[in-house]
C-alpha cells in the first residue's frame, strides 16, 4: 500500500538521489599568505627608505605619503583576500539542478530548478571567448560562473551541458549493479 510520501520517506532515510554533475567554484586567487607578507615588506622597505632619502632632504610631508601608500595597497588587498571568501555551488541530480552561492559576507541564496526545462546560454566574444554563462529556466536567467577565467567557463559549461544532457536522458538501469 502507498502512502504518497515515498520521496520524503527516501530522503529521511538517506536515500538521496544520486549526483550526476557537482562543482564548487571559487574565486582565484595567485597571492597567498606568504606571498602577501613579502610584497608589503618590500613595498614597506621601499617606501621607507625612499621616505628617509626625502627626510634628509628636507621633504618631509612626503615622507608620511610614502607611509600612506603602503597603508592604501596593504587595505586594497585584504579586500580583495576578503572577497576570495566567496564560492557558488552546482549540484546536478535527476531531478533537479540546484545553484547554491554564498558571498563573502556569508550572505546565502540558492536556487532549485528542474534540469528537463534548463538550458546554458553563454556570452561570447570573438576575441576573449566566453564572458558570461546563464543558466535560463521559464524565462529567468541566472548568472554561474561570474568569477571563472574564459577557458575555465568553456570547460566548465563543457561539463555541465554534458550532466544537463544526462539528466535529460533519465536514469539508466543496470541490472547487474
Known sequence: MSTGNEIERDDAAGLAEPQ????????????????????????SVVSFVTGIVFLLMG????????????LVIWWAFKVNFRTAKAWEEIVVT????????????GHVAEWVLN???????????????????YLVSRGH?????RF????????FAKALIGA?????????????A
Not at 21 to 38: E, I, K, V
Not at 164 to 176: F, M, Q
Request: aromatic fraction near 10%.
Open 20 to 43: 550526476i554533475f557537482s562543482a564548487l567554484l571559487t574565486p582565484h586567487r595567485s597571492l597567498n599568505r606568504t606571498g602577501f607578507l613579502a610584497v608589503m615588506l618590500f613595498l
Open 59 to 70: 621633504a618631509w610631508p612626503v615622507f608620511g605619503f610614502f607611509g600612506l601608500d603602503v
Open 94 to 105: 535527476a531531478t533537479e539542478l540546484r545553484v547554491r552561492r554564498t558571498s563573502h559576507r
Open 115 to 133: 534540469p528537463l526545462w534548463v538550458r546554458l546560454e553563454q556570452e561570447a566574444d570573438e576575441e576573449f571567448g566566453i564572458e558570461r554563462l
Open 141 to 145: 536567467r541566472l548568472s554561474v560562473g
Open 148 to 155: 571563472l577565467g574564459p577557458e575555465e567557463k568553456a570547460s
Open 164 to 176: 544537463l544532457n544526462a539528466a535529460k536522458r533519465g536514469p539508466t538501469y543496470n541490472p547487474i
